[in-house]
């Protein structure tokens, strides 16, 4: 688990008192202090100019090889959040000022700030959250609630909120949910967390993941003390043929829905084997439908869950439809698992049962669905606006995935995602690079699809069309 | 970690589909599976009437010793949750129904239902929830709140919510906390989750506890891998002098400001007591501030965090003062050990960022200070009726611990406390025996006061008066 922290008992190691908490075991040591990295650097927390710490003090400092550190500043130095220079050391990057701005691209008045731009995955247009509908809901929530509503609450969420989901994720994801299978959870975060621990005490070892994904979650996995083997992934998505010939495979976790980043669907031959391989072995699909409400080329393809609710853990959040901050998602749990997972869970309800309370109502008000309908038609134009404007000013670059999500991936040519990275960075654009994704088992140097991965939903309205044209301007 | 939860794969164990589960470890056994067996019974989920497994069965099932299970049957039927009748067996108790209450106390009609009354510790006036003022904060945080605010937060809390807690803390409780060591949590009980888990990192391996207490508190660190010695109370609290010979304790969990359940403060000397081992040894003291804003006798006496703020963890929460719905709470964490803490809670924040903001602005517009003063006054109304109305009724009764809190204790006679809680729960009147609170390592035949503790903060106000004179006619 690795942490920024402002910390003036152990300021000692940045001059600026950000301190860099690392655990320093298991995979993906380098993958994870880069993304500690670049998360302090995308939040702020370190800011333009602050000088880094030498490689070898850092390495030093956190028992690692300095090689490892090495690795990490180059390729944040790549990527546009840090600069490298002689004599002067590792800085964090001065992406937003006006003066460097001004000189790199030209612009005529030395006042005019350039926004700068973030189309990164976690992001959403936040502008749009429905404020007035939810405090609506909140208000007619919290003005029938009965009085006991206000005690703590049942381990596995209130059951207005259960209720309500039930019949929402049977209708809009095909999701065979019981109220009482279901539990209620902070995040999806939190809900693998508490299946990865009843995992464990069932004595799993290993949780099979996709080759490309959140490394976030591959480093709760690891955490948790499981062993985590990756898929490959092609056009069909994960290949979930090769979970036989993986040995000791207790589950394995999926996006079926909409791979994250590359795009693609699961087919329904490898949600088929995947279902099959699961009753055969008596192993477990951990189904991440972290955004099955936003298709926008076909009718939605439902979840996997519904092929055996006793075999597939099923997950949604509120996150992507909704937003984080409300903290709340669900799993819909087979009936054999609920005792680990509520065990796992405590004894006490964790996320606030208010909140729970008006989710429910601004479920069954419907206000959920115009929200999501109205999301949906936005995101739709905006991934519409994003071929359109590629096709025009970037002919070669060839937007894959499905039209369906809040991200796509443009495929750029052998070798160009780093220069693209940092050209884009240098515009004050910042977006991923599929490498950022890529699990720490895989071979470095084998052949990957160099691409970015685009989060056309991460802005708001206004400045979308800025991003959007930073993008093109900055394509190979 | 035990629960009970209604279950349609596993319901084998009741008939009636509520199935138990337990974690069959750790001390407190028998205490937990009464523990879990008078929650299902207090929360309606088992209905009077309904028959329990022979003993023989359950202990067969959950693996453990008959004696264990004939043991806690038999405390439970004196506590008249439960009735044991030859040849019917074991079922839960009709505690409510009108027609044995009629039966039992002479009232005439047939139609009147007695209600059950609870004055069990967790439970509060929810019907004094401010909803419209907490509304009215709602809308005034989220209409005012960033874009920025609805994405997923900073995992050590909301920097709104941390700044008004820093002014509240500091000026109410007299704490020594600044913003960014203070982490927010859902509760109690996750914050000390976060600790425990902290503390084992650490490598320690014991945490001293009160030898009353709450037993979910200390099956969560017993969980956590943590022996519990007890540290015995006496009328000026628990004796810290006792710390420096138990070896290796890195830490102890204390309710200074008013105990839980026996209702004393702790001394002042032994305050410098606690602070004196913690600097010598390098231990900690975790304080549980739960109730601390009411005081009704005099001036309310500081956290011991100011004592020494490198060397206390300190514990709030909104869950006494407003209500647990809300799922929020405080710590403020030494420097030195904020990169643990943080460590334990992970990088994604799991507590409702509008909630926490909601908060944040009921606390800095005065609304939080009012209704505190406004519950303060009523509690107080409350407490002083008691010890009148006892005094009358029963004079012989004693009402120890201070006056504060939402709790008294009323000290039975020797060997009275079972009676007197059958008594009452024949009479509808829910309320727990000071064994309940017992150190599972303490000798069960060593001399104990017998006495009540008394949630009178547990019922509404057109509820209070018929409580206690339920109350009042069950005393011995």
């Known amino acids: 688990m690795m942490n920024f922290q402002t910390n003036s008992a152990t300021e000692s190691l940045f001059g600026t008192g950000v ?43 956190l028992g690692i090889a300095r090689s490892t550190v090495t ?25 937003a000022t006006p003066r460097r701005a001004a000189a790199r691209t030209g612009q005529t008045g030395p006042q005019r700030r350039r926004p700068t731009h973030g189309l990164l995955p976690g992001a959403a247009d936040f502008a749009e959250f429905p404020r007035p509908q939810w405090l609506a809901a909140a208000r007619r929530a919290l003005t029938v609630a009965p009085h006991d509503a206000f005690g703590y609450g049942d381990p596995l969420g209130r059951v207005e909120l259960r209720t309500a989901l039930a019949d929402y994720l049977s209708r809009v994801r095909g999701v065979y949910a ?9 995040g999806f975060h939190h ?19 996709e080759a490309y994904g959140l490394g976030l979650y591959r480093t709760l996995l690891t955490d948790a003390g499981l062993s985590i083997p990756p898929l490959p992934i092609d056009e069909h998505g994960a290949r979930t043929d090769d979970l036989a010939s993986l040995g000791g495979v207790g589950a394995v976790l999926l996006t079926p829905a909409h ?17 099959d391989w699961a009753r055969t072995t008596g192993g477990l ?63 006490v309800e964790t996320v606030s049962v208010l909140e729970q309370l008006t989710l429910a109502e601004f479920i069954t008000s419907g206000a959920f669905d115009r929200h999501v309908r109205s999301r949906r038609q936005s995101y739709r134009r905006r991934r519409d606006q994003l071929v359109a404007a590629l096709a025009q000013s970037a002919p070669d670059i060839r937007v894959s995935g499905m039209a369906a999500g809040l991200q796509a991936v443009l495929e750029l040519p052998p070798g160009t995602e780093s220069w693209a990275l940092q050209a884009a960075a240098r515009q004050g654009l910042m977006v991923s690079g599929m490498a950022e994704f890529r699990h720490e088992e895989l071979d470095r140097r084998a052949a990957t699809q160099d691409a970015l991965v685009v989060n056309y939903s991460a802005v708001s309205d206004s400045a979308w069309e800025g991003a959007l044209n930073t993008l093109c301007s900055v394509m190979p």
Do not use: N
Not at 71 to 95: F, H, I, K, N, P
Not at 179 to 186: D, F, K, T
């Open 71 to 95: 690795e990490c500043y180059a390729e944040l130095v790549a990527e546009g959040w840090l600069t490298a220079q002689q004599g002067s050391g590792t800085r964090v990057a001065q992406r």
């Open 19 to 61: 301190d860099l908490h690392l655990e320093l075991r298991g995979p993906g040591l380098r993958a994870g202090l880069t993304g500690a990295l670049r998360e302090a650097v995308r939040s702020g927390r370190l800011t333009p100019g602050t000088r880094l710490p030498a490689s070898r003090t850092l390495a030093a400092d």
């Open 285 to 347: 699909v951990l189904e991440d439908d972290y955004d099955g409400e936003f298709r926008y080329d076909r009718k939605p393809v439902g979840a996997v869950q519904g092929l055996d609710p006793d075999r597939v853990v099923y997950f949604g959040t509120a996150s992507k439809s909704l937003a984080p901050a409300l903290r709340v998602a669900w799993m819909v749990v087979p009936g054999h698992l609920l005792p680990d997972i509520t065990a796992a869970k405590g004894r």
């Open 259 to 275: 791979q994250f980043p590359t795009g693609v669907a699961l087919s329904p031959e490898r949600r088929a084997v995947a279902i």
């Open 191 to 209: 809900g693998l967390t508490l299946t990865a621990r009843a995992l464990k005490a069932r004595g799993e070892r290993a949780v099979a993941v």
């Open 178 to 186: 019981e109220p009482e299978r279901i539990i209620i959870c902070s």
